[in-house]
């Protein structure tokens, strides 16, 4: 299993333009998760998604869309991109069991806006 | 005031010591609590759960205090392979979203 995969590594916007980071899970998780890391600030949660076909918002939403068309993606969109979004994004999955809490954690998306 | 809160440190320790971090919640409501280590520009991994009262795990051990409304992290016989960033991350009852912390840092010196 590769468990959550993100794509791309790393990416350098200019400002306005727009791009779509992808999560990917293969553990068949429910609930999906995108957070931002920036210094001092811990992981803030952007969006989340507790199945397919569902979006929520999370702390920090505006200027980021997602969808979740398939259970296995999660994806993040930037349609204006703003050097204020230069951050470090990490997506999260976890079962859909009351029981299981624990998130898993893909390996990250270094973006600079410029 | 921030929803759960840690002291940032650094924590710079000799190998061998014991260190402990604290971690406190201001809602009531959580009810499952998380450690996390994270490596410079790495992902978070999960190193503890703690949902009633504690966890042990080898050196490392989660205590929950809920009347005062914190958890605690000891590690034991600190390795410089423990050298991290630990995070910890509270989930309220009945919801999905996680709140996490900011972070300690933590520095084993050889």
Same mark, same amino acid.
């Given at each position: 299993n590769a468990g959550v995969t993100q794509t791309p590594k790393f990416r350098v916007l200019k400002t306005g333009q727009s791009m779509t980071l992808l999560c990917a899970q293969d553990?068949?998780?429910?609930y999906m998760y995108w957070y931002r890391q920036d210094p001092g600030m811990g992981l803030r949660l952007i969006h989340y998604s507790v199945g397919e076909g569902t979006t929520a918002k999370g702390e920090v939403p505006d200027g980021y869309n997602v969808s979740r068309? $398939? $259970?296995q993606n999660f994806l993040l969109g930037l349609e204006s991109a703003a050097p204020s979004q230069t951050s470090v994004y990490f997506c999260a999955s976890r079962p859909g069991l009351a029981y299981i809490n624990e998130q898993f954690f893909g390996p990250g998306t270094r973006l600079t806006v410029l | 005031r921030k929803e759960v809160e840690q002291d940032?440190?650094?924590?710079n320790v000799p190998e061998g010591a014991t260190v402990a971090f604290n971690c406190t919640y *201001?809602?009531?409501? *959580?009810?499952s609590f998380f450690w996390y280590r994270q490596d410079c520009r790495k992902e978070p991994k999960l190193l503890m759960s703690v949902y009633s009262s504690g966890n042990e795990d080898g050196r490392f051990t989660a205590q929950l205090n809920r009347a005062s409304q914190y958890i605690s992290l000891l590690i034991r016989d *600190?390795?410089?392979?423990? *050298?991290a960033t630990y995070l910890c991350a509270a989930l309220a009852s009945g919801t999905y979203k996680y709140i996490f912390g900011t972070g300690t840092r933590l520095k084993v010196l050889a």
């Open positions: 553990m068949n998780h429910e068309l $398939k $259970k | 940032p440190g650094p924590f *201001s809602n009531s409501a *959580s009810q *600190s390795k410089l392979s423990d *050298s």
